[in-house]
């Protein structure tokens, strides 16, 4: 047993400097620059301890970007926004937001995410087919992080604002499409 939490501890000791150098570097040179030869120097491990945990530099901004997106607080709202415009829970997945490579590859993750419970949603509210209702998603989710990006993710008067103006141009696009194919 002793063993076993010992273990444990180095285990989680080992994700954090992996995850906290990740971090110093995203900020230093960016994602496309950082290596995990680099990941590892930073971290004090050795390349083998680091593939102990994950493939590549990929699949540790994967496990980075599932955590960011579970830690987040989802908005009220409907539940295609809601995936879409939840706010980084902290400062270090705001930067995230700001290397574009990494940028892209979380609204991959969100269309993933959201995308089961988004798109018979609209597909109930528009009448749309399954096809064109994943695309309509997709346009929304880009649409919304890309407008949230620059507000810089900030809550407050001016992000919640924004967020209903959006809630209302998808929901009166909604309505339009409904009306569109029900003829």
Partial sequence: MKDEKRADRRTRYTLSV????????????????????DICRRAGINRGTFYLHYEDKYALLDAIIDEALAAAPPLEGNAQASICQRAPANAEYHLLYSDEEVFSRIVRHVIEAGAGSAVPSIVEKTGLSEDE????????????????????????????????????????????????TAR
Avoid: C
């Fill in 18 to 37: 992996i995850r906290e150098a990740f971090f110093q570097l995203l900020k230093e040179i960016g994602f496309s620059k950082m290596t995990v030869a």
């Fill in 133 to 180: 209702a994943y695309l309509l998603f997709v346009h929304n989710a880009y649409g919304n992080l890309a407008v949230n990006r620059p507000l810089g993710w900030k809550r407050g008067p001016e992000f919640d604002r924004i967020q209903t103006l959006l809630n209302a141009y998808s929901d009166g696009g909604f309505e339009a499409l409904r009306r569109l």
